[in-house]
């Protein structure tokens, strides 16, 4: 599935200064266990040096036990 996708933001920056642009860039698709096509590779461009992510492993709907979800006792 050799598709990049990139999304791109536009906001303000610091006070005084110039509007920042972010891209996003979404990659390395693959088919998980719901048969969905899910990104496993992100890169963030946050200025000179860019912030990226990779994805091992992912689960849609997976089941969970009922104690995940208790709050932990103090």
Known sequence: FPVTIQQVQSGEG???GPPITQTTTYG???????????PHSLSIGMGPQ????????????PSLPDADFKPAKK
């Open 50 to 61: 860019p912030l990226g992510m990779k994805l091992d492993v992912a689960r849609v709907n």
């Open 14 to 16: 610091m006070p005084g």
């Open 28 to 38: 390395d698709y693959k088919k998980v266990d719901a048969g969905i096509w899910l």
